[in-house]
């Protein structure tokens, strides 16, 4: 196992994770998909616990991008469930850990009950300070640029806002999740190699990882060999680094 190396400050502050492959575990044993994603919501707490543990500031979790919403309808029915289940059932692990949680997506697509839950949790955790666990539902990156954009045009139209003041600070503010931390670390399970519309403006400079386990057996200490290769990497933000 490989350890961290905490001594180095090397602690991301926000790491985001693209949990792929729950389809493929639950094939390779012969079930139905829908399994795999059941054993998945599982590994999220785990996860996101350890998170918090370790100090990291800001988790944010690819739960379903936009595209998925193209799959077919009982799948699509059977994961916004089993949201809806672990938003029920997630804040009292939340606020023994002291960790907020928030969403970022076009949440208005959620089902009713998903997103009043989603509400009742953002509202209770607001004053927790460990760490912020940001869900990705219904996310996709071209949409939150698109959205961006739309919010500056109309604050220009309004005559709020000159087009010679938009730069990227004021779209970044106009983002999700304004004011949030860039990624630092990519991690995708199932060993894709794509970013599949996950942040495409918040991890303009995050380090990427892609590691073997499918997300239902991804472990603590796969997590922690993840953390293990980000610290290995040199990141020179396009600087000559002289040694
Ligand atoms: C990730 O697992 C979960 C979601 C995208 C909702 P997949 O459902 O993509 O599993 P694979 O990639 O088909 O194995
Ligand atoms: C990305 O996984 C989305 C989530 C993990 C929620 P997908 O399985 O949907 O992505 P592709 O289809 O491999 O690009
Ligand atoms: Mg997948």
């Given at each position: 196992m490989i350890h961290i190396n905490a001594d180095i400050g090397e602690i991301p502050r926000h790491i985001a994770v693209i949990m792929d492959g729950n389809g493929r575990w639950a094939k390779k044993r012969g079930w139905v998909r829908t399994r795999g994603h059941r054993t998945g919501a599982d590994v999220v707490r785990a996860i996101t616990t350890e998170s918090a543990a370790l100090g990291i500031e800001r988790l944010t979790l690819y739960?379903?991008?936009?595209?998925?919403?193209?799959?077919?309808e009982r799948e699509v029915r059977f994961l916004m469930g089993l949201l809806t289940e672990y938003l029920d059932g997630e804040l009292p692990t939340l606020q023994d850990n002291n960790i907020r949680m928030e969403a970022i997506g076009?949440?208005?697509?959620?089902?009713e009950q998903a997103r009043a839950l989603l509400d009742r949790n953002r509202e209770a955790t607001a004053g927790n300070t460990a760490m912020t666990l940001s869900l990705a539902l219904s996310y996709g990156g071209r949409d939150e640029i698109v959205d961006a954009c739309r919010a500056l045009a109309q604050r220009v139209a309004a005559g709020e806002?000159?087009?010679?003041?938009?730069?990227a600070a004021a779209l970044d503010a106009h983002l999700?999740?304004?004011?949030s931390p860039d990624v630092d670390l990519v991690v995708r399970t199932a060993g894709e190699q794509r970013?599949?519309?996950?942040l495409p403006w918040e991890a303009v400079y995050a380090e990427y990882v892609s590691v073997a386990p499918l997300w239902p057996e991804f472990t603590v200490a796969d997590f922690h060999a993840a953390l293990g290769e980000y610290q290995s990497r040199d990141r020179r933000f396009g600087r000559v680094i002289e040694p």
């Open positions: 739960a379903f991008s936009s595209e998925n919403w193209s799959r077919p076009r949440l208005d697509r959620l089902p806002l000159d087009p010679s003041e938009i730069d999700y999740a304004p004011g970013l599949s519309n996950f």
